[in-house]
Nanobody, 129 residues
């Protein structure tokens, strides 16, 4: 499984960005793909997750109402998008996507991120004040 993030950049406060995570090599139908972020000197934070079986979505309180996760599939590649609106300087971080097989990934992605075996390299987001 390969995950490749894109879409990061520099944006002023209040602006928007759309991150994408292209996931290839997924061999099973049930999986969850999540977004994490890590700012310098801070712990990694799971911010959103989407399940393949029913499309259910999950959000951390810090991004709820501002970020929207979605996914689409074309042939053998699943692309998960994270639409980020109303960005704040506190959203500045390196953003990663991660994935695992199963039907309960989004229930543990944040508290047990070490269980996720597949990670991308990340894309940087900088929000200027």
């Amino acid at each position: 499984v390969q995950l490749v993030e894109s879409g990061g950049g520099l944006v002023p406060a209040g602006g928007s960005l759309r991150l994408s995570c292209a996931a290839s090599g997924l061999h099973f139908d049930d999986y969850g793909i999540s977004w994490f972020r890590q700012a310098p000197g801070k712990e990694r934070e799971g911010i959103s997750c989407i399940m393949s079986d029913d499309g259910s979505t999950y959000y951390a309180d810090s991004v709820k109402g501002r970020f929207t996760i979605s996914s689409d599939r074309e042939k053998n590649t699943v692309t998960v998008h994270l639409q980020m609106n109303g960005l704040k300087p506190d959203d500045t971080a390196q953003y990663y996507c991660a994935a695992d097989y199963g039907i309960d990934v989004c229930r543990y992605y944040n508290s047990q991120s070490y269980r996720l075996p597949f990670w991308g390299q990340g894309t940087p987001v900088t929000v200027s004040a």
